[in-house]
């Protein structure tokens, strides 16, 4: 079996020496566990929380472990009553590794619906949609009439985040890096203004093209794009806070608005949440979400790097931006 295993706490960006790539032999199965060839591991920024000891939502990945992550495959082996060889299954709480054994009681099916591919149960389907529909419905609740602004809006989260406000009737800003990014959601994605953070004044844009301010953010960034955005805020405005990826390569503590004496004068409400919060409703997301994306109302892309001993550099490109949709490292053929 191979494998990724962490040996240091990386400081900064992830270096290459602050994880091994290892062989070892897969044991025998105990009753009650499957065996599961991972297809797809889903890379997320989240990845580099758990490797740091930072104040996280989950106890970081001990060092000597193997790294913690989300996968998909199919049943090789069983002893379980529930599942066969040739299932498709999520481990539950995966690893960085070809092969999984689970338990009965952790494994969980993941057909994906007839007409999806197997991407999409790692992607609009999967925790990256629900995350995008929990915030954007549970916390944001955009209304028609209302200005949403997404940050990290071509992503795999933001921009399905975007669409859902845009199918709640709400005008929907994104902010993005770079030009391609921004064309997309502006010409397919359907969004109302997009803002290249890269080009130009974040505020000035925002100003621009929310002359009425701000109802919703949905924050995936945080940092000065975070700030230029809430103190735009509106009175009731809502930020539904998902995500702080500019600070997550950093020792410091990440930092809140500078004003944040709006959220008294202008009654905002601010939440953090993390998309497992959320577990008891994810029935009623999916019942919405499903359908959008099946009937292509909610337009998605995957990208793909083939090779699981690949995942460590491709890890990089949630920071540096250099990935067209949800990141996917594809381990075995599907
Ligand atoms: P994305 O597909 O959005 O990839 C990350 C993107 O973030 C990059 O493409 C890049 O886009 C942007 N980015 C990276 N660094 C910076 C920076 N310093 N400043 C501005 N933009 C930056 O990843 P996900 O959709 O998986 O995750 C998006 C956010 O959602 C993250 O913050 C993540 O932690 C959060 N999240 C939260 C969950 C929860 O339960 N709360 C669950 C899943 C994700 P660009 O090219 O535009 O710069």
Known sequence: NHRWVLRHRPHGEIKPTDLDYVAEPVRDLAEGEVLIRNVYLSLDPTNRIWMSDMEQYMPPVEIGSPMRGGTIGVVEASRSAHFKPGDIASPGLGAWEAYTIAHETMARPMAPPPGAPLTAMMSVLGLTGLTAYCGT????????GETMVVSAAAGAVGSIAGQIGKLRGARVIGIAGGPKKCAWLTEELGFDGAIDYKAGD???????LCPNGVDVNFENVGGEIMDAVFSRMNKFGRMALCG????YNSRETMPGPSDFGRILMRSLTVKGFIVIDYMPRFGEAIAELAPWVLQGRIKWKAHVVDGLENALSALNRL?????????LVRISPE
Not at 137 to 144: A, M, T
Not at 202 to 208: E, F, Q
């Open 137 to 144: 419905v549970f916390i944001g609740d955009p209304k028609p």
């Open 319 to 327: 920071f540096t931006g250099d990935h067209d949709g949800k990141l």
């Open 244 to 247: 702080m990826i500019s600070g």
């Open 202 to 208: 974040v505020g000035a844009a925002l100003d621009r």
